[in-house]
């Protein structure tokens, strides 16, 4: 075994022991999506349909409510995956329920709140988890303009982080789609273009450099590419593979279940930074070499254009993880596509922004103590690989 490996592969089991109690299956953290579609069905009404997470809406309310009945009630029914009985949990909790959603989910007119009350029954559906289903109409005075906001699962709660409600709406002559967090947490059905940009870029960003399993398939992209072409074309592959199936997913046009998808993009993460493991195994300090007598700036070798198309496969099952992220079914429209093409944007903008910064290091070093370069981009490729196949056990366990 090449001595460059030998150092590359000594961190692996230290890596490993770290990696298996500390690591989490979710490379994401503990998040979660609300979803609300705002419509007016009449004048001086403003109806709220909301999807919310189902078992952190139990534990919220009860903590909130003191309610412990509704603990006990509507965690057995998560627990027995039970989807009638924990329709019963939040119908005979209704009280408490409303009391934690209306204080936290308000529209405002003319400077003025408007006033909740429930508008049918609770169901409760499937989005990979429970969701419960609440509609809420708000009477509200005349306006040309409403203020939605959201304030639904905050971290100070300790459940999770950084909740999203991911808004989508059609009120006041306007349709168009919001993104609300801790950092913004309600908008104007009046708001400018650049408003709704701004909040579906930065939520695509910030699911980039949150997800640290996407980090982790990012980083072994690039200590992995031999030459500026290479990263290039593989960087390029990976945006319009993750690109296709991160819309049709979002629109609802592809359904794959998360239970499958992120055991794929753990496996993906081990196999894409193996693959430069296995070029210091064949060709120790040549593996930085492109074999090709081409002069062609897109010109690869075998192994090159081999892992090119493993990139462009795996970047079809990312694609999928993405637009679990945004979790956006409905029915199709151009202010949706829209908005999934932004979010989209500013996935790209911190994966290109990455490379920017790293590659051009790694390229320098390469260049001035090219054995040094190998001991790193080996020791990085495996610690990746450990980690991916950590997550991929964890997921595939469950």
């Not at 409303?98 to 009350?117: H, I, N, Q, S």
Request: hydrophobic fraction near 50%.
């Amino acid at each position: 075994m090449p001595v460059v490996l030998r150092r590359s592969l000594a961190g692996v089991l230290l890596v490993l022991t770290v990696a298996w109690p500390l690591g989490r299956a979710d490379a994401h953290g503990f998040s979660s999506t609300v979803y609300a579609d705002v419509t007016s069905p009449e004048d001086g009404t403003v109806r709220v349909s909301m999807e919310l997470e189902y078992d952190l809406l139990v534990v919220s309310v009860a903590d909130a409510q003191d309610d412990d009945r509704l603990f006990r009630q509507g965690d057995a029914a998560w627990q027995d995956g039970d989807l009638p009985a924990q329709v019963r949990a939040l119908e005979e909790h209704a009280d408490s329920v409303l009391a934690y959603v209306t204080d936290r989910v308000t529209v405002g007119a003319e400077g003025a709140a408007c006033t909740p009350t429930q508008h049918g029954g609770w169901d409760v559906g499937l989005r990979d988890v429970p969701y419960a289903h609440l509609t809420l109409d708000f009477a509200c005075p005349e306006a040309d303009e409403h203020e939605i906001g959201s304030a639904l699962f905050p971290d100070d709660e300790g459940y999770v982080t950084g909740t999203t409600t991911v808004v989508t709406y059609d009120l006041d002559l306007r349709e168009g789609s919001a993104a609300l967090d801790a950092q913004r947490a309600s908008f104007s059905t009046h708001q400018s273009t650049g408003e709704r940009f701004w909040d579906f870029f930065r939520l695509g960003a910030e699911h980039l450099y949150g997800g640290l399993d996407h980090l982790l398939f990012l980083a072994a992209l690039i200590v992995g590419s031999r030459r500026l072409r290479e990263v290039v074309l593989v960087a390029t592959s990976f945006t319009l593979a993750h690109s296709v199936t991160f819309v049709l997913a979002a629109l609802g046009l592809v359904e794959v279940p998360a239970d499958l998808v992120e055991p794929v993009i753990a496996l993906s993460i081990a196999v894409v930074a193996g693959w430069h493991l296995v070029a210091l195994v064949r060709w120790g300090r040549g593996a930085t070499e492109i074999r090709t007598s081409s002069s062609s700036h897109v010109s690869l070798d075998r192994s090159g254009w081999g892992r090119l198309a493993v990139v462009f496969g795996f970047g079809l099952v990312h694609g999928l993880g993405f637009a679990g992220a945004l979790g956006i079914d409905a029915a199709w429209s151009w202010t949706l596509l829209w908005s999934l093409l932004v979010f989209n944007l500013g996935i790209e903008a911190v994966q290109l922004g990455l490379i920017v910064v790293a590659f051009p290091v790694l390229a320098l070093l390469r260049r001035r103590t090219p054995v040094t370069a190998l001991v790193v981009t080996g020791t990085v490729a495996a610690g990746v690989a450990a980690m991916g196949l950590v997550w991929f056990v964890q997921r595939v366990a469950g």
